[in-house]
């Protein structure tokens, strides 16, 4: 489910626009909502959607939290709200790699009831870069001919994979990474147990993504982390034991978050090489871009073949010793 915070934090030139949009009486009926993993996407697309079927009172992103609508939306239940999103695979217990067109199809059954009150009906379809071809056709058809007081709101990290029909027919409404004072009253907000050292590095690596921050603190990942770094930073030297011993407690954590934020970490420490003077000198400046593709390749096949993430670990860091 949807995080839904009573209080929006950032992007309030998003908010704005669209409020702006709705007083107007010209709301688009498609709104797409773009931005990186974790910048609130999402959570911004249920304020909306509470707003709206609130009727358009009070501001945008700072709605009442105890009304009956906002109670209804936080839930997903709400006569009038559809949330589509990727299902669960029911063999192995994870969300499934793609939207699957039955999903989307729930949406031409949902548009042709009344609204409960007589008002806008609401769809949030949440990661819309991962529909297939199929699912897009579906919704396409949807966003050219929607019925009266129909708001569709599209959240996507990657907007050039959806057909150009799609985008043209949408509203494009981008958010920024959200900055530094933001994030922190959003950690503050989540009461993530963590130490002001560790919400600073969380910060800083998190790329502008609210979300991404908050998985660091919350898998506790950052003393791996910096253990890593300290492996990276005695190349080429190479302590085997150490690496050994900090692939283990990698792999002791047996939660795929865990290892997907360490990946994430150590890939996006490469591309940082890639344009950073200084370890464009040690690396040898395509060397880097050689060592950040090869070390992607590696974390997204034990990502799709689901390999032992010990050894994808190691076999990653052998890879940048190696090259470098």
Same mark, same amino acid.
């Given at each position: ?63 009442? =939290?105890?009304? $009956? *609508?906002?109670? @209804?939306?936080?839930?997903? #239940?709400?006569?009038? !709200? /559809?949330?589509?999103? +990727? ?58 001919? =929607?019925?009266? $007081? *129909?708001?569709? @709101?599209?959240?996507?990290? #990657?907007?050039?994979? !959806? /057909?150009?029909?799609? +985008? ?74 150490? !690496? ?81």
């Amino acid at each position: 489910m949807i995080e839904f915070p009573p209080h929006f934090i950032g992007h309030t030139a998003a908010c704005r626009e669209v409020q702006l949009a709705y007083a107007s009486s010209r709301m688009p009926h498609a709104w797409l909502i773009a931005g990186i993993a974790g910048v609130g996407k999402a959570p911004l697309a249920k304020h909306i959607a509470q707003f709206v079927l609130g009727g358009g009172q009070g501001e945008l992103g700072a709605g009442d =939290p105890e009304t $009956r *609508t906002a109670k @209804l939306v936080e839930a997903e #239940t709400h006569p009038d !709200l /559809l949330v589509i999103r +990727r299902p669960l695979d029911e063999k192995t217990g994870e969300l499934r790699s793609v939207i699957p067109v039955e999903e989307v199809l729930k949406v031409a059954a949902f548009l042709h009831r009344t609204a409960t009150h007589g008002g806008w009906r609401v769809v949030i379809l949440e990661d819309a870069h991962r529909l297939n071809r199929n699912g897009q056709n579906a919704i396409l058809k949807i966003v050219e001919e =929607p019925p009266p $007081r *129909t708001l569709i @709101l599209i959240t996507v990290t #990657t907007p050039g994979v !959806l /057909l150009p029909t799609i +985008r043209s027919r949408s509203r494009a409404l981008q958010l920024s990474p959200v900055n530094a004072k933001d994030m922190r009253e959003i950690i503050r907000r989540e009461e993530t147990p963590a130490t002001p050292e560790d919400i600073d590095a969380a910060v800083d690596l998190s790329g502008g993504s609210a979300g991404f921050a908050l998985k660091i603190l919350r898998t506790a990942t950052l003393p791996l982390y910096r253990e890593m770094l300290a492996l990276l930073d005695a190349m080429p030297q190479w302590d085997v034991a150490r !690496l050994h011993k900090l692939a283990d407690q990698i792999a002791r954590k047996a939660d795929a978050e865990s290892f997907d934020v360490l990946a994430t970490l150590l890939v996006e420490r490469l591309r940082c090489a890639v344009h950073d003077e200084a370890l464009r000198q040690s690396y040898g400046g395509t060397l880097a871009l050689q060592i950040w593709d090869q070390t992607r390749a590696t974390f997204t096949a034990a990502d799709a073949s689901n390999l032992d993430r010990k050894l994808a670990f190691i076999n990653a860091m052998n890879e940048i010793r190696a090259a470098s």
